[in-house]
């Protein structure tokens, strides 16, 4: 399976070691015919943008030098963080709608909204591993957070790395995202979620898209790992948004509008 793009990278502005244009250069390599910037939200700490405002200074960037790559689309992107139980994004609507895409996922020491949902999400998840009650307390909590992030954030493109350091249930899940049309991440990155998760999710029919996930230039557009599972688990090719006949990210995007935020 051929892909047409890899929407998932990161650059210095968060925690990537490349800059914007080696990014494009890198994709363009790998033949791709698009390629999204994607960094991480403020509210995670050190491998946050310091500031929302500079997913606006790097989009006039891009405007500068796009003409310099007729052969691929550059978009602008942003992995937010997921702050609550209740799905609030650490990115304001009026950056949001200032994306072409947005992504979000669970990450660690993501500054919560308040201490009563810093201790739901990630002091437990810290705890799951004291005992069953623990483990499955954090899953529980885990799993709400991530659900309540598609149900509450309409624009929402792609859900990030599903069950990577907050362990989920993932047929919960990916009955969200088939609810909402979230795309379901195969991130090669970590190479997750791994293959009992992807055959949990493809039961339940979510449409997935394959990403790099890549912070450094070698790995712009390296989307083996997911290319050999989704055809070693005979997955459709139709349920691949970025297949190379998907036809790009115009055919999946979201209108970014009415953002959980706080």
Known sequence: MELYGDYH???????????????????????????????????????????????????????????????????????????????????????????????????????????????????????????????????????????????????????????LFFTVDIAEVARACVAKNVLFEINCAHEHPGISAIIEADRVGVDFIINSDAHFRETVGNLNYGVKLVKKLGIAPEQVANRRQGGGYKQWRKNKKNCTYS
């Open 9 to 163: 990278t990161h650059c210095r502005l968060s925690d990537g070691r490349q800059n914007e244009e080696e990014i494009i250069n890198a994709a363009r390599e790998r033949g791709l015919k698009e390629v999204a910037i994607t960094d991480h939200g403020p509210l995670a700490a050190v491998i946050g943008v310091g500031d929302a405002d500079e997913y606006l200074k790097l989009r006039d960037r891009l405007d500068a030098i796009v003409n310099n790559y007729p052969d691929i689309e550059v978009l602008l992107g942003a992995e937010a963080n997921i702050r609550d139980l209740q799905g609030t994004l650490d990115l304001p609507p009026e950056i949001i709608v200032e994306l072409d895409i947005l992504i979000a996922g669970l990450h660690p020491y993501t500054l919560p909204t308040s201490i009563k949902d810093g201790w739901a999400v990630f002091v437990q998840n810290s705890l799951r591993h004291l005992g069953r009650g623990q483990q499955e307390k954090a899953i529980n909590n885990n799993t709400k957070a991530t659900v309540e992030v598609v149900y509450n954030n309409p624009q929402l493109d792609i859900l990030s790395h599903p069950g």
